[in-house]
């Protein structure tokens, strides 16, 4: 601080005393100690504690000479008079990294091994009443209770493992631990279900965002594709000749990339904004009839070799809560896959089954198969076996029937065609319709 002519200093800092460590809060069996480095050499004179009083330093002298050159915290054992301990020793540094003292931390082994000892005996005793305990509990349950119970436990470890299809059955047992194990098989089926429908609701959502993100990149380049067009039919100034062959291939060249990237990012960018579904009262079978009416024109077109289409339609899907469009694509993306892989023919087998909780829809065909990678990787979406295709047509199929709380599953294998399951839940009103179907159905055929 410049005063006139004059410079004046004002300096700040904490004195090293045994005040100093009285204001230090350390748990029981712990004490610090100070050394006040002012001489040349470690003395002890400069060792105080709390109390002002110097304490037997030898044992601490090669600890704080360290401390003292390397200017670094340091550790040593040290044999107390009241048993062995650990000192730790904190250099205190000034503002040029000279060592002014040195702040010694010392604890006790003797409350540690009291606390050890304690939980020993402690233990020892609650495990000398829980082995006479869980004899006579052992000894009174045995007979009724452990080995349904065991079996029970059994078939949770190997759902835990990974061994979903596990199931305890019936049980010779008390009437309670039998409810017990048909609970635990209803709790079993139900996770299962939802251990797949979460899991293809997750697999949606993840690819979703891939598609939003996918359409999102591949649009920039789209604009400097076109300004390329216009800068190349302006740039005239090679010679006429010359000139249209560079052209003439440039133009042929970014048009086909440019109608390339718009038909990627058309394709994910429908699958990205798919609309949420609007449920109204639709029919499975004539969602299938309409289905097939439209793709036949394909099946059937000259050159093509024969496909035999096969419909089996149960009266008793009746009518549920869905949306019709969007079923509809669906179908026609399974249908028109079943048609894609048998090149040389074969059989299309559509079958619709009614149950009272859901409808499941099939679509087989009786093409070259799939191999179990093939499987796993077959919904993801931009993945494809075939040879033009874009990769997003199954992707669609799993985004629509997961949006309609169903799953959907292939059963394949090579050389035996592969066969595609919908599995669509129906509301309580969807039971009650389908019922009168079915009653429906009955008299019909009484009559």
């Known amino acids: 601080m410049a005063s006139g002519s004059r410079t004046l200093y004002v300096g700040g800092g904490r004195r090293l005393d045994q005040q100093f460590l009285r204001t230090l809060t350390l748990p029981d069996g712990m004490r610090a100690l100070l050394y006040r480095n002012v001489e040349p050499e470690v003395s002890r004179q400069q060792l105080v504690d709390a109390s002002g009083q110097a304490p037997p330093a030898a044992q601490l002298e090669p600890l704080i000479a360290r401390v003292r050159q390397t200017g670094q915290e340091s550790a040593d054992a040290i044999e107390w008079p009241d048993g062995p301990g650990t000192v730790d020793a904190i250099p205190l540094t000034g503002p040029d990294g000279d060592v002014l003292g040195v702040l010694l931390v010392a604890s006790s082994g003797r409350e540690l091994a009291a606390l050890l000892s304690r939980i020993r005996w402690s233990g020892f005793g609650f495990g000398a009443l829980g082995v006479i305990v869980g004899a ?8 009724q209770v452990t080995r349904p119970v065991e079996q029970v436990a059994e078939a949770a470890d190997r759902i835990a493992g990974g061994d979903w299809g596990v199931r305890v059955g019936g049980v010779a047992a008390a009437r309670e631990i039998d409810a017990l194990a048909r609970a635990f098989d209803t709790m079993a089926a139900q996770l299962v279900d939802q251990r797949d429908r979460l899991v293809q609701a997750e697999r949606v959502a993840a690819w979703r965002e891939l598609a939003r993100r996918l359409a999102h990149e591949l649009k920039n380049p789209l604009f400097p594709l076109r300004i390329t067009l216009d800068n190349l039919r302006r740039a005239r100034t090679l010679p006429p000749k010359e000139f249209e062959e560079v052209l003439d291939e440039s133009l042929a060249t970014l048009d086909t990339g440019f109608r390339n990237l718009n038909v990627v990012v058309g394709r994910f960018g429908d699958f990205a904004k798919m609309p949420a579904p609007v449920f109204e009262d639709a029919s499975p079978n004539e969602i299938v009839e309409r289905t097939t009416q439209l793709v036949r024109a394909q099946i059937e077109a000259p050159g093509r070799p024969p496909i035999r289409v096969a419909l089996d339609l149960d009266p008793a899907c009746g009518v549920m809560r869905a949306d019709a469009e969007q079923l509809g694509r669906v179908m026609q993306n399974l249908v028109l ?6 090149p040389a023919g074969g059989e299309l087998t559509i079958r619709t089954l009614g149950a009272a909780a859901s409808v499941r829809i099939e679509v087989g065909d009786t093409g070259e198969g799939l191999t179990d990678e093939e499987r796993e990787r077959l919904f993801t979406p931009y993945y494809t076996t075939k040879q033009h295709g ?33 599995e669509l839940p129906r509301t309580q009103a969807d039971t009650m319709k389908a019922d009168a179907a079915k009653a429906d159905a009955g008299k019909g055929a009484s009559a």
Request: glycine residues 12%; negative net charge.
């Open 136 to 143: 006579a509990l052992s000894y009174a349950a045995a007979t």
């Open 337 to 342: 896959n079943a048609v894609d892989a048998m």
């Open 390 to 422: 874009t990769g997003l047509g199954l992707a669609i199929v799993q985004a629509v029937v997961a949006d309609h709380g169903g799953r959907v599953w292939v059963d394949s294998a090579p050389g035996r065609g592969s066969t595609f399951h919908l």
